[in-house]
């Protein structure tokens, strides 16, 4: 009788360690868009030669900033940068970031393991509706913007 009380709270001992362990991939979060490329700088695929044109952008989780820089004479001209606050923040998943404001959607979804990025525009004003669509590749480039 005492070894089956023995086994029975040893058993019991096991089942209860197993069940009450927690499962590592449970506790992993996932990070959001602005987590995940805070920094990162994107440069607009265009058919200009980066001597002649570059327009760069780079989201900045700290300051919840976009960061715009248009190059209009090529990487080594002039710089013209300009810095938007993150807000009407609509979505923040790992891949995708959605701003909505008025009639206006613009939505980043970032595709290809994280080397490309689609910037897409919408305005659903029924007077004047548009929709213009935007790719960009991860870049190594500096924002240089001083």
């Known amino acids: 009788m005492i070894k089956k009380t023995v086994l029975l709270n040893l058993l019991f001992m096991v089942v209860f360690a197993f069940g009450c362990s927690s499962n ?3 506790s992993i ?3 959001t868009f602005l987590e995940k490329y805070d920094g990162v700088v994107w440069l607009e695929d265009s058919t200009y030669s980066l001597d002649d044109y570059a327009y760069l952008i780079q989201f900045l989780q700290s300051s919840k900033s976009l960061v715009d820089n248009e190059m209009p004479n090529g990487i080594d001209g002039s710089s013209y940068c300009d810095t938007q606050p993150l807000t009407y923040i609509t979505e923040n998943t790992e891949d995708t ?4 404001f008025g009639t206006t ?3 980043y979804t970032v595709t290809n393991s994280g080397a490309s990025l689609k910037f ?3 305005d659903t004003d029924p007077s004047d509706p548009d929709q213009d669509v935007y790719y960009y590749s991860r870049s190594n480039l500096g924002m240089n913007c001083n």
């Open 24 to 26: 590592e991939d449970e």
């Open 29 to 31: 979060e996932t990070q």
């Open 97 to 100: 970031f959605v701003r909505t």
């Open 105 to 107: 959607t613009l939505s």
């Open 120 to 122: 897409k525009v919408v």
